[in-house]
């Protein structure tokens, strides 16, 4: 079993990927020159629903990969302990 802090932490609610693909962040509450924060809040991607689909398919491959890199460096740290 490997415990995988970067899942976690690398890129928190991905925001640098959906910031990426144009999807912000957005805090209403803040000023407007700080609304655009690491949060959960998000904007923009209810319509259309299959811009939505393949949003959600893209941002699924990039938490993949975090999961694999933090996975391969888990395994180079502590090698296979079967």
Known sequence: MHYLPE????????????????????????PAARQDVR???????????????????KLAVYRAGITARAFQASLTRFGNRD
């Open 7 to 30: 899942y976690y932490t690398e890129d928190q609610w991905s925001y640098d990927f959906l910031k990426s693909q144009g999807i912000v962040q957005i805090d209403t509450s803040a």
């Open 39 to 57: 949060t959960d809040t998000r904007n923009g991607i209810l319509a259309p629903v299959s811009k939505t689909v393949e949003l959600g398919k």
